[in-house]
């Protein structure tokens, strides 16, 4: 009931978004998914690494014949449209074979081997359909908030010192080869999240049950909440606001070569075509995810998270997409949610209701502050810095000695109990 349930609201506000976006005059995520069944697909690599996803509920011989089907599939439709020279692309085989898994699950598949393929096929279409809401959602924010809040934010920042503008000039130093790498992981932050999902579903065929809690919850719950908070805070970064992307829209091109100066700030208009998706910033929201998701995997899928934690913070500052304070709010916003649903999993206690409510309060005390007390934090950086990175460890600090605490628990709930020696009875 719960699957059905969650099913339901997902093609609720997939329509809504759907007739939305048509208001404007554009395709909307069912339309967009639709049409990829046939023409060229925005990322085949996405519709690859979900349908990778999927396979966790296959068995090694179900996942050969499912990936060699995808790829023949991937053949025929690149050789068609090579030969009427249409736009080239990969993914369509990998959304097939998805789209054949729901209905041989319907027509094939009795009891629970029919519900977990249903599961199976469920997650990797959100997360499809999760890529697709949010170029919807970008879409809303550009036409639906004509003036922005970069001013705040960029005066703001000042108590940071202004990150962006520094590794804005340290990305551009290292040429070409550092902002192709920066680019790349960038780009590719879902592949990274499905290798780390991989991991933690390892054994889901064997066990034929999910884990209460996994990876790909914490992203799908952090795409759907943070473009709203985009609704309510439109930024649209550095590189639009004060940089040359931004054209006659943009205050100057300051960026990254010159600091913007403190000044009254105050909202101002943009264009209706730049997404205001800054505050927080979700990329480094679901990098932090990842990271954390990755410390109970081995070293090498350690190192990987670590890596991909730091180059999606050199890329959303180097490339003039964030300001620090975005940075700030969206880790504090992922330790937030990742705390209410490991709650949401292994039941609610006094912790997690406490740093929930404890994050939440943080979260909304940044944004607060960036808007009503920025020139303050601009006059005073040696004093709002550090409270900055304060009220942010504070987060980190309560997250990591709370699920220590819940891990100690989990570990003394499974350990056996000791035997007791049997006394002689008395005569």
Known sequence: ???????????????????????????????????????????????????????????????????GAAIGIDIVFWL?????????????????????????????????????????????????????????WLLITSKTRPAVLDQYVATADHALGNPSWLVGRIVAATGTVGAHVLDWVYIQLAVAAVVVALYQLRNVAVERRFPGHHLVRTFLV????????????????????????????????????????????HPMLFDEITPRNCMPSLHTAWATAIFIHSR?????????????????????LGFGYHYGADIVAGVVFTLTIETALRSLDRGWDRSG???????????????????????????????????????????????????????????SAYLPEPRRESQPELV
């Open 80 to 136: 068609v449209r090579w030969a009427v020279d249409a736009e080239m692309m990969f993914g369509n085989g990998a959304l097939w074979v998805t789209l054949a898994c729901a209905v041989i699950a319907v027509t094939r598949r009795t009891d629970r081997d029919r519900v977990l393929l249903l599961k199976g096929v469920g997650l990797a279409l959100l997360l499809v359909a999760g890529r697709k809401t949010g170029y919807t």
């Open 296 to 316: 109970k995997g081995p070293r090498a899928l350690r190192f990987a998270g670590a890596f991909w934690l730091i180059a999606t913070l050199g890329a959303t």
């Open 1 to 67: 009931m719960l699957w059905v349930a969650v099913s339901v609201a997902a093609l609720g506000f997939l329509i809504a978004l759907e007739v939305a976006a048509r208001r404007y005059g554009e395709p909307g995520p069912i339309t967009d998914q639709a049409r990829e069944v046939i023409f060229a697909p925005k990322s085949g690599t996405v519709l690859y690494v979900s349908m990778a996803l999927m396979t966790v509920v296959l068995t090694w011989r179900q996942r050969f014949i499912a990936a």
């Open 222 to 265: 952090i795409g759907l909440l943070g473009p709203g908070i985009y609704m309510i805070f439109p930024v649209v970064g550095p590189i639009f606001a004060y940089g040359a992307d931004g054209g006659h829209w943009a205050v100057a091109n300051l960026w990254p070569d010159t600091p913007p100066p403190v000044s009254t700030p």
């Open 353 to 411: 209701i406490q740093l929930v409510v404890y994050g939440a309060a943080v979260f909304a005390g940044l944004l607060a502050s960036y808007r009503y007390l920025s020139v303050e934090m601009a006059g005073h950086p040696w004093v709002f810095g550090p409270l900055l990175i304060l009220a942010m460890t504070s987060v980190v600090y309560g997250y990591v000695r709370t699920t220590k605490l819940w891990d100690r628990k989990a570990a």
